[in-house]
Every structure is written in structure tokens, then in C-alpha cells.
């Protein structure tokens, strides 16, 4: 079974300043990685995605994520963040659930607090 | 406008009192999920379809029940609504054309309270 692991429920930073947000994921093959938003009173959207070639994945509203193997890591960052970017960041990854069917399972979500 | 609406947004009930929660989606997509989002514990999955009428368990499908008889209905059914199903639920779909590398696009939410 696949497994999602983001490290820290919370993450508080400065207007201006880098963010990272870290996804972990177990999978015993290769990955399709997802990363979703989620805006205050809102449905989820997606932020960006890797499904495979480059491992540099760039996304919406400056994000972007670097797959590494090795590392079994997706994590998420933004050089500068903005006040608007305060929301909860989901990170998914899709697995075969048998019967040619896929399954999307989400780790349990950072809520990114902006400090201005 | 593309979109997943799901009513109502919002619901009070009372235990034991069956509901239905109503999804469609205007994208022609085949795949269709219900998730339920809770504090701390990220979104699980309730139920998906793969197609009109292939509908599966997902990871927390207990006192749940859903129907695909049209492609762009997913209604989520709560026979005996109890309180451990207050929650925050979304209803998801997306194309089946790119299999796990499809993007999943989501309902605004409909948020329960079950006394």
C-alpha cells in the first residue's frame, strides 16, 4: 500500500521568505506525485503534479517540486511567499488499486500561516 | 464553466436520519470519488467509480453507500447517519484517459454535522 508522510501539521513564514513544505512518500513502484491546495472555505485544486521526465516540476503561483528516488521525497517550495499563499498544502501520490482501478491517497496536510 | 458542484454545502442532521448528499459533474469524466477530510487526518477516501454503474470501496467506506447510474452523478448516500460521520466531504472526478496521472478535480465541499 501506498503511504503520503508531510512533515510538520503547521508551518509559520515571513512575507519574503523561502518556503518549504515536505512530502514523503512510500511506493513500490514508480510514482505518479501530486501536490493540492486548498484555500480557506474552498474544494482542493491542483498545485502541480510529476508523472515522469523531468524531475523539476513546476507549478502554479511560483511553486514548484523536485522528485528524488533516492530520497523518496516531493517536497514543495516557493522562493518568496505571499501573503495570498496562506492555505493547507495536500501531498498525494496515485497507486493502482487493482481491477484497472487507481487510487489517490493524500498525506494529512500542512497549513501554511503568513506572516506579514 | 467546468466545475463539480455537490449539495448542500451545508447540513445539520439528526442520527439515524437518512441523506443524500448530490455530486455532478459537467466534464464527462468517468472516474468519480467521495473523500472525507477531518483535523489531522488529511482527506480518505469513501468510495470511487471507474464508470457508470463499477462503483468500489475506497479506504473508510462503512456506513456509506453510493449509486453511478449517469456519468455525471455521484450521489453519497447515508443510510443511519451517526455522529462519527460529522465531517467536511468532497466529491472529486477526473478523465480516465491518463490513468494514475490524471489531475482530480474537486467539489467545493459540503460540511455535515450529525447530532
Known amino acids: 500500500a501506498q503511504s503520503v508522510t508531510q512533515l510538520g501539521s503547521h508551518v509559520s513564514v515571513s512575507e519574503g521568505a523561502l518556503v518549504l513544505l515536505r512530502c514523503n512518500y512510500s511506493?513500490?513502484?514508480?510514482?505518479?506525485l501530486f501536490w493540492y491546495v486548498q484555500y480557506p472555505n474552498q474544494g482542493l485544486q491542483l498545485l502541480l503534479k510529476?508523472?515522469?521526465?523531468?524531475?523539476l516540476v513546476k507549478g502554479i503561483n511560483g511553486f514548484e517540486a523536485e522528485f528524488k528516488k533516492s530520497e523518496t521525497s516531493f517536497h514543495l517550495t516557493k522562493p518568496s511567499a505571499h501573503m495570498s499563499d496562506a492555505a493547507e498544502y495536500f501531498c498525494?501520490?496515485?497507486?493502482?488499486?487493482?481491477?484497472?482501478?487507481?487510487?489517490?491517497?493524500f498525506g494529512k496536510g500542512t497549513k501554511l500561516s503568513v506572516i506579514p | 464553466e467546468a466545475q463539480v458542484t455537490q449539495n448542500p454545502r451545508y447540513l445539520i442532521t439528526v442520527t439515524g436520519k437518512k441523506l443524500t448528499v448530490t455530486c455532478s459533474q459537467n466534464?464527462?469524466?468517468?472516474?468519480m470519488s467521495w473523500y472525507r477530510q477531518d483535523p489531522g487526518l488529511g482527506l480518505r477516501q469513501i468510495y470511487y467509480?471507474?464508470?457508470?454503474?463499477?462503483?468500489d470501496k475506497g479506504d473508510v467506506p462503512e456506513g456509506y453507500k453510493v449509486s453511478r447510474k449517469e456519468k455525471r452523478n455521484f450521489p453519497l448516500i447515508l443510510e443511519s447517519p451517526s455522529p462519527n460521520q460529522t465531517s467536511l466531504y468532497f466529491c472529486?472526478?477526473?478523465?480516465?484517459?491518463?490513468?494514475?496521472?490524471?489531475?482530480?478535480?474537486f467539489g467545493p465541499g459540503t460540511r455535515l454535522l450529525v447530532l
Open positions: 466534464m464527462n469524466h468517468e472516474y
Open positions: 498525494a501520490v496515485s497507486s493502482y488499486s487493482g481491477a484497472g482501478s487507481y487510487q489517490l491517497t
Open positions: 467509480s471507474m464508470n457508470v454503474e463499477v462503483t
Open positions: 510529476y508523472t515522469t521526465g523531468a524531475t
Open positions: 511506493s513500490s513502484v514508480p510514482p505518479y
Open positions: 472529486a472526478s477526473s478523465s480516465r484517459a491518463g490513468g494514475f496521472q490524471e489531475t482530480q478535480y
